[in-house]
Structures are given as structure tokens and as C-alpha cells.
């Protein structure tokens, strides 16, 4: 199946969406709870693996489904098809603060390597496929690092990095060290391997960031400064029910602030 | 000529790098807007891909001098071409590509080895239990025999005074005292000081305590039709004490249980306690009940009294009909077990022997 080329542009600075433009017949592979709008003609249908040519015959479907079911992931993916006459467009929101990534698979070599839950959406025939780390070291460590997401294909994927993006180009044998959750994706030709760092004393009695990634060149790697994870670890510890205080940000409009937050309830 | 599709990283190049062919042979690098050739002295080769399945063949630039930016990269990710190149490796490179193989197996190796002692710890406990099964009997009896009288005796008398609450002792009367007198006639010269306790119950059944005590329910001794049968189911069961069956029985118990409590965490399971609920239900070894009877028979001899009664006492039970009694389920008898005990009363002759002085029998509680 051929990729559906598709024209898209980017909204917004801190809260971003995409819009995809589709022709009539051409399609867009995304998460359903990541939709935003779609225009007249556009039709949102689930089907079962994601749509790709290579998940075709009923082996592969059943394959693709049984990698998702230990991945915790949905079994379905939702198919946004034009099927009017003239174009149209659907958006996906990113579900938090951050940037919405284009990554056009044809010049990375066919296939990003991301975090599961930065997919946003993709042309259709791009297949999405679980990745599983076989090094031992991420097997026993690696946590978020050690299944990830697979995006085959030779068109557009947008991936979605919590905060900040950072992109940066490894050369041949460069290394970065980074924190396990702040990689967003990478391209296959990098080494991805995770690497103790410090004493087994502060391992054991607690401690964080001791585990790090280490991503070794060639290729491209995109880093997000804020992982989800560290914002809702905030955001539990901030909220007054798990026994953070309220901290008032300036007087007179932190006693406002309580009164004008709308989600009094 | 073989073709390789290759990706290459390098000066000049895109930083996601550039889709290339690579001619195996001639070592020549093309891609569309430009060519270049892989050296022939042999840089590095390591493993590549997120999958674990590529190769990379780096090497540096001659011309822009040392560091990350003169490093050139050839990378085949697609595995079955990845494996073609390891099998046959590029002119030049052997020796590495050699190296990165024994790597491998050794990581192998070193991987396989983690992964099996991480099952043995995780199978440990499941071991223990199965080891245990499989040579407790061995276990029990030398952990028996490190066990000293006086040991024995404190761990009979726990037991007992634990199961004495659920007992309706009778131990005032007349077919106490016979039981008493019965009891000392077949242990003088023992290194235990018996016990003997009579216990209203209508079960057919007598147990022995490690130590030295033994307790015969009413109902046994309703169902004897003589001072010898009960005689000889005494003798019988003073022989689970000297010859230490009840201990070692106690002691399988025990450590199965202690064994178990280990495997599964709870290591506060009441020792005392669980000996005394399993007192009662002691089972014993055809092995052990062919000992007992033949010690049995001895000790009858040596004290006088007609051995007759214990196989006599058999017959009883059988006639008595209805549910086998709780005798039986605890000490196996069988057709054997009555052969042997026929054949080693014919070879012990025959003695005349004075009856039992008591006149009305059963004697009254
Ligand atoms: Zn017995």
C-alpha cells in the first residue's frame, strides 16, 4: 500500500495540535483520544491493528494484536478517512504541554523508535509495531525504556515531546547520557542502552535519575525536557488531597485565584 | 557483485545520514549524489538497531583528523543482509568481525548464565520442599537420631500437655490401673519412664507420645476379648517409643511443615501445637509396624504373657465389621504383617504361660 502524502500544519506554541489535510480517499492513522476536529467528509472508523499493508492476512493481524495486548496498548486503531470530494482536514491535540514533532520517515531510513505514549497520529501506511530492548540491562532497568514503539513506513508521523523539544545529531560514536523518560524517539541506528550511574549505596537508599539512557551515534534523537511522567508526579504531589499544601502565588491573587479557578466543585 | 542497502553517517553527510548501496566486493559506497569507498583496513564493527539484528562498520577520517565529527558509520540494519555480511566479512575486516563473533557468544553466555541463576533463586524454595519430599524419611531419621532422650521426653510431654484439654482422661479407675500394671510388666529396664492413660472415647484406638507415653481409648479396650489382646496392643505400641518411630514420625511432620512455613514465609506456625494435632493421626511404615510387632512379640515373651494375644487382637478387629477401626488407618496392617508375626511365634516355640490374673474382663473404668 502506498503512503498517502499528506500536507499538515502545525497550531499553537506551548499546547500544540496538528492539522492534517487529506484528499479525497486518503487517510490518517491516529489515537482516538487524541482528535480534536474533523471537517465534513472525514470519517472516523476502528479497525482491528493499524492499517498498514504489512499487517495484512489474519496471522499478521492476530501477531500485531497480541504485541499490542502485552503492551497494554488498545487493539484497535481509529482510521480518519476522507470520503467526501474535495479535501478536508482532522486535527490531533497533544494531551499535554509540549511539541507536536513531523517526522518524515522516508529521510530517517523507514523507521523511528519512540516512547509509547508519544504517537500522535500518522499517514496512513505507516505501521505501527512494538519494539522490545533485548538488552539485559534495559530488560532489568530500563522501565520506560524497555518496549517501545515502532513506526515503519515511508511517510509522515507526528510524535508529540512533553515541554521542550530538543533534537540533537549524534555522529558516529558520540554518546549523550540522558534520563530514561526524556527520550521522546530516536532512529534505530542509534544505540540505546541503559547504564547505572553511581554507588549501590545511593541505588538502594534511594535517589533518582541513577539509572540513565545512554544513546550512542549515528542518528538523529529527539528529548523532551518535561517526560509525563515528572508532570503528574507534580502535579499528585502538588494536589491537596494526597497531602501537598496549597501554596498561594502572590497574595491578593492567590485568595482570587481559589475563588476564579472555575473547578470548584 | 552483491549489493548491499547500507546507511551511512559521516562528514558532509545528512546527521540522520544518507540511504546508500554498498558493493561488498568492491568495497565502493554509492549514493546519489556522491561515492565513497569503505577502507580496507579495518575500522570497528559492532552490533546495531534497536533489534539487536544490524552491524555497523565505523572507521575514521583519514583527512579530518581525530574525533566524533571524522567518524564515518556504514550501517545494515535489515537482518538477513546484516547476516550475509557477518558471514562473509568485507577484505580486511575479518579479524574484527572474528572478534565481534566471540563477543557475542560470550555475551550469550553470559546472558543465559544470569538468566538461570536468576530461575534458580526464584526455584529455590520449590527445590527445598521437593528435596525434602523425596529424602524426607532419610531426614527425619537423622534428625532423630541427634534428638537425646531427655529432648525427646520434653517435646512428648509439650505434646501431650497440648492435647490433654480435647482428652477425657480416666485415669482413677480400675481399667486404668490394669492398663498401668500391663504397661510396666513390658517396659522394666526401659530408659523411658512410660506413661500410661486411659482415655473415654469409643474409637478402637491407642497411640504413642515420643518419650514415653502411651494412651489407649475405652473403646479399644471394650472391643478385647482378653488381658493379653490388650497386652499385646501395648506391647505393640511401647515398640513406636523404644524404637523411636513415633519421633521420627513427628519429626517429618515437623520439618515438612518447617520446610514448608520456610518456603512460603510464615515461619510462625506453632511447633508444639501442630505435633499435638498430629499426634493422634501418627502414621507408620509397614517396615515400622513389622518392627513393632516383632520387638512387640519379644517384649511379651520377656515379661511373661502369652504372646497369642496380638494376633488374637487382629481376628477381633476383623470380626468387629462395620468402619475399619482408627487403629487400622494409623498402623497398616496387613496380611503379611500377620504372617510374619505367625511365623516368628512358631520359631519362638511354644511356652506355657500363665493367664492374666484378672478374673472379670473388661475391667470397669
Ligand atoms: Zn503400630
Not at chain 1, 69 to 75: A, I, P, Q, R, Y
Not at chain 2, 108 to 124: D, E, N, T
Request: hydrophobic content about 45%.
Amino acid at each position: 500500500m502506498a503512503m498517502d502524502v499528506v500536507d499538515y500544519e502545525i497550531f499553537g506554541n506551548e499546547m500544540q495540535y496538528v492539522e492534517v489535510e487529506l484528499d479525497p480517499g486518503e487517510a490518517a492513522i491516529g489515537e482516538a483520544g487524541a482528535m480534536m476536529m474533523m471537517q465534513d467528509g472525514i470519517q472516523m472508523d476502528t479497525i482491528f491493528g493499524d492499517g498498514s499493508a504489512q499487517q495484512g492476512g489474519l496471522f499478521g493481524k492476530l501477531l500485531g494484536a497480541g504485541k499490542r495486548l502485552v503492551t497494554g496498548e488498545s487493539l484497535f486503531t481509529t482510521i480518519f478517512h476522507n470520503e467526501g470530494r474535495s479535501k478536508a482536514r482532522v486535527a490531533f491535540a497533544a494531551l499535554y504541554p509540549g511539541k507536536i514533532i513531523p517526522v518524515d520517515l522516508s529521510t530517517i531510513g523507514g523507521t523511528l523508535i519512540c516512547q509509547k505514549d508519544s504517537f500522535l497520529c500518522a499517514a496512513r501506511g505507516v505501521s505501527l509495531g512494538i519494539a522490545f530492548n533485548r538488552k539485559l540491562g534495559v530488560g532489568l532497568f530500563g522501565g520506560e525504556g524497555f518496549i517501545m514503539q515502532k513506526l515503519d513506513g515511508d511517510g509522515l508521523a507526528f510524535v508529540h515531546a512533553g515541554g521542550t523539544l530538543a533534537v540533537k545529531d549524534l555522529a558516529p560514536g558520540e554518546t549523550l547520557r540522558v534520563d530514561t523518560g526524556c527520550v521522546v524517539a530516536f532512529q534505530p541506528s542509534v544505540d540505546f542502552d541503559i547504564q547505572y550511574v553511581g554507588k549501590l549505596k545511593s541505588a538502594l537508599f534511594g535517589g533518582e535519575g541513577l539509572f540513565f539512557a545512554t544513546l550512542r551515534g549515528p542518528g538523529r534523537v529527539w528529548l523532551q525536557s518535561l517526560p509525563l511522567s515528572r508532570l503528574a508526579n507534580r502535579i499528585v504531589m502538588a494536589a491537596p488531597a494526597a497531602g501537598g499544601s496549597r501554596r498561594d502565588e502572590g497574595s491578593l491573587l492567590g485568595g482570587l485565584g481559589g475563588l476564579l479557578d472555575g473547578d470548584n466543585d | 557483485m552483491e549489493a548491499i542497502n547500507a546507511r551511512l553517517f559521516g562528514p558532509g553527510l545528512p546527521p540522520a545520514g544518507q540511504t546508500c548501496t554498498w558493493q561488498r566486493d568492491s568495497g565502493l559506497i554509492s549514493w546519489a549524489e556522491g561515492r565513497t569507498r569503505l577502507p580496507a583496513t579495518a575500522g570497528e564493527v559492532r552490533v546495531a538497531g534497536f533489534d539487536l539484528q544490524g552491524i555497523e562498520l565505523a572507521w575514521q577520517d583519514a583527512r579530518s583528523g581525530a574525533g566524533a565529527q571524522g567518524r564515518w558509520a556504514l550501517q545494515v540494519l535489515a537482518a538477513g543482509e546484516a547476516a550475509r555480511v557477518r558471514a562473509a566479512p568485507p577484505a580486511g575486516w575479518h579479524e574484527v568481525f572474528a572478534k565481534l563473533a566471540g563477543g557475542r557468544r560470550a555475551r550469550r553466555g553470559r546472558l543465559a548464565l544470569g538468566w538461570s541463576a536468576l530461575l534458580l533463586f526464584l526455584a529455590l524454595p520449590l527445590l527445598l520442599v521437593l528435596g525434602f519430599f523425596l529424602l524426607a524419611d532419610d531426614l527425619a531419621g537423622w534428625a532423630a537420631s541427634r534428638v537425646s532422650v531427655k529432648q525427646e521426653v520434653a517435646l512428648g510431654d509439650a505434646s501431650f500437655a497440648a492435647m490433654k484439654p480435647r482428652l477425657a482422661l480416666r485415669d482413677d479407675g480400675e481399667a486404668a490401673a490394669v492398663l498401668r500394671e500391663l504397661g510396666a510388666r513390658l517396659t522394666r529396664g526401659s530408659v523411658y519412664t512410660y506413661r500410661f492413660h486411659l482415655v473415654e472415647d469409643k474409637s478402637i484406638n491407642a497411640f504413642a507420645v515420643p518419650g514415653g507415653i502411651v494412651v489407649v481409648h475405652s473403646g479399644l479396650l471394650a472391643a478385647t476379648r482378653s488381658p493379653e489382646e490388650l497386652a499385646g496392643v501395648l506391647a505393640h505400641e511401647v515398640q513406636h517409643v523404644e524404637l523411636r518411630h513415633s519421633l521420627k514420625s513427628i519429626m517429618k511432620q515437623l520439618g515438612l511443615s518447617a520446610v514448608w512455613a520456610m518456603a512460603s514465609g510464615d515461619l510462625a506456625g506453632a511447633m508444639t501445637g501442630k505435633a499435638a494435632q498430629h499426634m493422634m493421626e501418627l502414621k507408620f511404615s509397614r517396615d515400622a509396624e513389622r518392627e513393632a510387632d516383632s520387638a512387640g512379640l519379644d517384649a511379651l515373651l520377656r515379661a511373661g504373657i502369652d504372646p497369642a494375644g496380638m494376633p488374637a487382637f487382629f481376628a477381633t478387629l476383623d470380626k468387629a465389621g462395620g468402619a475399619p477401626p482408627a487403629l487400622l488407618s494409623t498402623h497398616p496392617a496387613s496380611a503379611a504383617r500377620r504372617e510374619a508375626l505367625a511365623a516368628r511365634m512358631q520359631a519362638k516355640g511354644s511356652h506355657p504361660f500363665e493367664p492374666l490374673p484378672y478374673r472379670s474382663w473388661p475391667p470397669a473404668l
